[in-house]
């Protein structure tokens, strides 16, 4: 199932959909825990920007490294040796801001990943403000689907979720769910976030200027990096080891041996 011209938002009872609405950006945060006011920290962001008719027209990942402890390696699988060399979210503010500029925020459980958003750049002195928003969760149950969690409701909704808790895959099993229950409400991205945000649909916000093209580092990026790291690693060892003199190695077993002839008690013959 596929991001396309094929998935095309119904028109709802509002303004139609057209070149002026707004593009999407649907976003998702891995986490080293709940709140950031306990000082948890974004360690992974993935956004993927839709236009107003569902064609994908960006992707953009990054681990993150949180300038402190993972957290819950066990829920998203991120360890402290893959953010080892990942930039800080300082380095990364910009390039996520010129995603999320002039579009509809979209995430699951949206207070979550906009407060957690809201953090970051205000602890780099920045107060943003995430609006229009848009809660693929509260969709679900407002579209009537039983499930919450994003996991049932892609399987509700007969969508694909191959690695729950990367980021990316997250972002792209979001969009592809706010589509589908978009269809079957028959309403646009910008109808459905004026429901949500009590008519509210232009971005109130103007995103400050911040530096932008810095270095990222995927998952799969850090993992080559880590496994290639520790192939030149057992191959060091393998040759301290191999280039050692079999004499010596020889010498020492019958040094041992002789140690252990000394300790024996003498008998007289």
């Not at 403000?129 to 809660?135: A, E, K, Q, S």
């Not at 509210?200 to 200027?209: E, G, K």
């Amino acid at each position: 199932m596929g991001l396309g011209r094929e998935w095309a938002l119904g028109k709802g009872s509002g303004d139609a959909v057209g070149a002026a609405d707004l593009d999407i950006a649907v976003v998702d945060v891995e986490t080293t825990g709940f709140s950031p006011r306990h000082h948890d920290r974004v360690v992974e962001i993935a956004i993927v920007r839709l236009s107003a008719q569902g064609e994908r027209l960006d992707e953009y990942e990054s681990l993150v490294n949180p300038e402190r402890d993972v957290g819950p390696t066990h829920v998203h699988g991120i360890t402290a040796r893959d953010v080892r060399d990942a930039p800080t979210f300082s380095e990364l503010a910009g390039d996520v801001a010129a995603r999320l500029q002039g579009a509809i925020f979209v995430a699951h459980n949206v207070g979550f990943d906009s407060r957690f958003l809201a953090a970051e750049y205000a602890r780099l002195g920045h107060e943003v403000d995430l609006t229009p928003r848009l809660c693929t969760m509260r969709l679900a149950g407002a579209t009537g689907l039983a499930a919450r969690s994003l996991d049932a409701c892609c399987a509700e909704c007969g969508i694909s979720l191959a690695d729950h808790h990367a980021a990316l895959c997250d972002a792209r099993a979001e969009a592809e769910l706010l589509l589908t229950l978009l269809r079957r409400c028959d309403l646009s991205a910008r109808d459905a976030a004026a429901e949500f945000n009590g008519g509210q649909v232009a971005p109130a916000f103007a995103w400050p200027s911040l530096p932008s093209g810095a270095r990222r580092l995927t998952r799969r990026e850090s993992t080559a990096r880590c496994e290639a790291a520790s192939s030149l690693r057992r191959r060091a060892r393998a040759a301290r080891v191999g280039g050692r003199p079999r004499r010596r190695r020889r010498d020492r077993r019958l040094h041992r041996t002789a140690r252990s002839r000394a300790g024996r008690p003498h008998r007289d013959p």
